[in-house]
């Protein structure tokens, strides 16, 4: 437990911030999607309606004196398939090591924060594009279409965004400001930020495969940073993916932090 202590230490504030950002926007999300959260004994976990082991259905240790193997049995109470275990590189190593075994170690995706969003300005929209608010059922439909032709090549189960965003609430709140860009009248793009206090975070940023290597993931980043600094918002962030980082390094997000995921099947013997 010392270890694991001694680490927290080199975790910077601007890190812990932006990672809560990203637990608050995956409760937010989970709980407007007819899901799950239990928080409680140092342990988040959000639960979606949706069966797919890993994102969606994942928790995460929040305090890290809890140890490992509790952090574990916990987790097995709450789920009743696999999940993720998302683990904060640097303050998290023996939870990643206690489900994937140390050779499991892999490169966390980085957690990238931008300050005073406002001073990107507006984005500049070619004049072939549209990108339109989401306002009602029908933009969340192609938020829904965007998204599930964007993750098919990476094997993502068809129904699991008709099942995540299933209420239009979960991208019509108040808090959610969400677009989608349109070629030619059909949907290409399409990104969303939650907008909570000065931390403000981006999700579920997506371009359908026809349409990428076009600029429209940065398109839409933009469009909604400059809503989220309309807003308030003092600091965006986001978690990247390997591919999607160095465009967000180019928009002017910096790393702060990183994430590991390690993907648990349920398991009955006790640890």
């Known amino acids: 437990m010392g270890l694991v202590r001694e680490a927290v230490a080199v975790v910077s504030p601007v890190a812990l911030k932006a990672l809560d950002a990203h637990v608050a926007y995956f409760r937010t999300f989970t709980e407007r999607g007819g899901g799950t ?23 995460i240790r929040v305090d890290p004196a809890i140890e490992a ?46 300050a005073n969003p406002s001073r990107l300005g507006e984005p500049s929209v070619p004049v072939s594009l549209e990108v339109r608010t989401v306002t009602d059922s029908g933009g969340v ?38 677009v989608v860009a349109y070629a030619h009248g059909q949907p290409v793009a399409t990104a969303q930020v939650h907008l909570r206090g000065a931390m403000a975070y981006v999700g579920w940023v997506a371009t359908t495969p026809t349409a990428m290597r076009g600029g429209l993931g940065t398109l839409v980043t ?17 978690m990247a993916s390997p591919m999607g980082a160095p ?15 390690a993907i648990r099947s349920q398991r009955s013997d006790p640890l």
């Open 37 to 59: 959260v239990v928080d409680g004994g140092g342990i988040v976990s959000w639960r979606s309606r949706h069966p797919m082991g890993f994102l969606v259905n994942a928790v």
């Open 69 to 114: 193997a509790e952090v574990l049995r916990e987790a097995d109470r709450r789920f009743a398939t696999g999940y993720e275990v998302v683990t904060l590189a640097g303050r998290d190593e023996d939870l990643f090591d206690l489900v994937t075994g140390p050779d499991g170690r892999a490169e966390p995706d980085p957690i990238q924060v931008l």
């Open 141 to 178: 439909e192609d938020v829904i279409r965007v998204n599930r032709e964007a993750t098919a090549p990476l094997g993502f189960p068809d129904d699991l965004f008709p099942t995540i965003f299933a209420d239009p609430a979960s991208v019509l709140a108040d808090d959610i400001e969400a």
């Open 222 to 238: 933009t469009d909604v940073i400059a809503r989220a600094g309309h807003r308030g918002a003092e600091t965006v962030s986001l």
């Open 247 to 261: 465009v967000y390094r180019r928009i002017g997000f910096f790393d702060v932090a990183g994430l590991r995921g």
